[in-house]
């Protein structure tokens, strides 16, 4: 089992202050989780500005391993991730490139986008997504491969539940890029996703295991 942790940030004054000072000791719990191979991505999420809404986690294992990340976690034990949000989570086993190694460089500014796409709850809504499967599958096969799609995956309603929407984190560098991309899945024009946001991030190197496919 995989979880997705949707941590948010508070949008008070103090918000950017608790982040930075507790940005060293998170960046030194992810880089360890990740060499463990229980971190399997983690990513900032900002706004279109570049501002910092919360985080992107993704951990393998089960409930138990998603709240030992937790109780381990500056941001949310120090008060920066005000909400928390966990999804069971199935990552898409697709052809991924191979991303950054650590002792690379760390990137300068924005390198990617994170979409987060929900289905909408109408009792047709897991017939619109099964339908378009097979389509979307057959677009995102080569663009992983490419590295235009650089990870992505269905959020389940419970483990081993049915899919409730998607994550997706791809090479897109602007809002605009990143939505004409979605305007031909087949997700959208199937009418599967009816909530969708996209942000900023930035991917930088850590000792991350390959993921599968």
Not at 20 to 42: K, N
Not at 58 to 80: K, T
Not at 91 to 117: C, E, K, V
Not at 127 to 152: C, D, I, K, N, Y
Request: net charge negative; charged share 25%.
């Amino acid at each position: 089992m995989t979880y997705a942790i949707l941590g948010w940030d508070g949008d008070d004054e103090g918000a950017p202050a608790r982040r930075a000072a507790a940005r060293d000791r998170h960046v030194a719990h992810i880089t360890a989780e990740a060499a463990a191979g229980r971190l399997l991505l983690g990513l900032p999420l900002h706004d279109e500005a570049g501002r910092s809404l919360g985080s992107l986690m993704v951990v393998a294992g089960d409930a138990a391993a998603r709240d030992a990340y937790l109780a381990g976690e500056p941001f949310a034990n120090s008060d920066v991730w005000r909400k928390v949000e966990s999804h069971p989570f199935r990552i898409a086993p697709l052809p991924y490139q191979p991303w950054p190694a650590p002792g690379q460089p760390p990137p300068n500014g924005r390198t990617h986008s994170i979409i987060i796409a929900w289905d909408d709850t109408d009792a047709e809504a897991p017939e619109r997504r099964l339908a378009a499967r097979p389509a979307h599958f057959e677009r995102v096969q080569p663009m992983a491969a490419s590295g235009t799609l650089l990870f992505g995956g269905a959020i389940l309603d419970s483990e081993d539940g049915r899919m409730v929407g998607s994550i997706a984190v791809t090479r897109h560098v602007t809002h605009e890029a990143a939505r004409n991309w979605l305007e031909g899945d087949p997700y959208v024009t199937g009418d599967v996703w009816r909530d969708i946001a996209v942000h900023a991030t930035t991917l930088r190197p850590l000792p991350y295991a390959r993921l599968p496919g």
